[in-house]
């Protein structure tokens, strides 16, 4: 069984930075694209970043980009979410998703739930003003 663990989350003022790291286990990670979303209070879950399976590719949700950087690590099993210049409403639960399925896609179905198969806890990022 697959399992993604986030960590990494944190309290951070406006315009600082954090970086959220997702664990995988029970799978090799390689063998996924991988992706982060969000879940702020009282609103759905959005789509943040994916990259696929070698890194070579990315691909960001236009609030983030130029802010925020995906990464990977194969070799360790991690997946990375550098966080760069974040504003308050930054602020939300991030999550750490695995698409086991496509190597890549077109961006509206990699930014949709629906397309990935795994699925992390979740950890908190809070942004203050």
């Known amino acids: 069984q697959v399992q993604l663990v986030e960590s990494g989350g944190g309290l951070v003022q406006a315009g600082g930075s954090l970086r959220l790291s997702c664990a995988v286990s029970g799978g090799t990670v390689s063998s996924y694209r991988m992706g982060w979303f969000r879940q702020a209070p009282g609103k759905e879950r959005e789509f943040v970043s994916t990259?696929?399976?070698?890194?070579?590719?990315?691909y960001y949700a236009d609030s983030v980009k130029g802010r925020f950087t995906i990464s990977r690590d194969n070799a360790k099993n991690m997946v990375y979410l550098q966080m760069n210049s974040l504003k308050p409403e930054d602020t939300a639960v991030y999550y750490c998703a695995a698409d086991a399925r496509y190597a890549w896609n077109r961006p509206a179905l990699m930014a949709t739930m629906g397309e990935y198969d795994y699925w992390g806890q979740g950890t908190q990022v809070t942004v203050s003003s």
């Open positions: 990259i696929s399976r070698g890194g070579g590719n990315t």
